[in-house]
């Protein structure tokens, strides 16, 4: 039956070889740092304390973060203006920004058109169907994520007879 001796490499000769491979080779080669590393990377670093750098990389976050919210809310009202539009709420919102015939208000217009057929086959379809696909795809995407969260991050190998 032999050894339960489960080290079927010999380490010690194989890094040898390896080793005398690398050599051949001229590897691993010594790199010389790059000329004046330490004033390259006190050049990149904040000329103020840390905590001063911290707190204005948080106000800059927050800026972007306002302006972010900001251009989306935006969107979401020009989308919800369009959406109520489309359902016959009024004029169409490119009307608001222009004639339609140019620039915003021709793209606004073009998004309109394409969208009345599309809420008008959503429409037909019926909105208890719908919400049923939202939950059940809602449902499908949390149990995917369940799953996948629970999965081990490797597998033992089984140990052979």
């Known amino acids: ?7 079927f ?3 010690e000769r194989a890094d040898v070889a390896f080793r005398r491979l690398l050599a051949r080779s001229g590897q691993p080669a010594h790199v010389e740092p790059p000329p004046d590393i330490v004033t390259r990377s006190l050049r990149r670093l904040p000329d103020m304390p840390p905590a ?7 106000r800059r976050a927050a800026i972007r973060r306002t302006l972010w919210a900001t251009l989306l809310s935006g969107l979401g ?5 369009g959406v109520w539009s489309v359902l016959g709420g009024g004029a169409p ?3 608001l920004f222009g004639d339609g015939a140019s620039g915003l208000s ?3 217009l073009t998004l309109h058109l394409l969208a009345k057929p599309l809420l008008g086959t959503v429409g ?10 939202l939950v059940m795809g809602v449902a499908i995407a949390w149990l995917w994520w369940w799953l996948l969260r629970r999965a081990p991050a ?5 140990s052979g007879p």
Do not use: F, K
């Open 52 to 58: 001063l750098a911290a707190q204005q990389a948080r």
């Open 77 to 81: 009202l020009v989308v919800l203006l």
């Open 106 to 108: 021709r793209w606004l």
């Open 154 to 158: 490797y597998a033992y190998a089984e």
């Open 9 to 11: 490499v010999d380490d």
């Open 1 to 7: 039956m032999g050894s339960r001796d489960d080290n």
């Open 93 to 95: 919102i490119a009307m």
């Open 124 to 133: 037909a379809l019926g909105a208890p169907l719908l919400a049923a696909g």
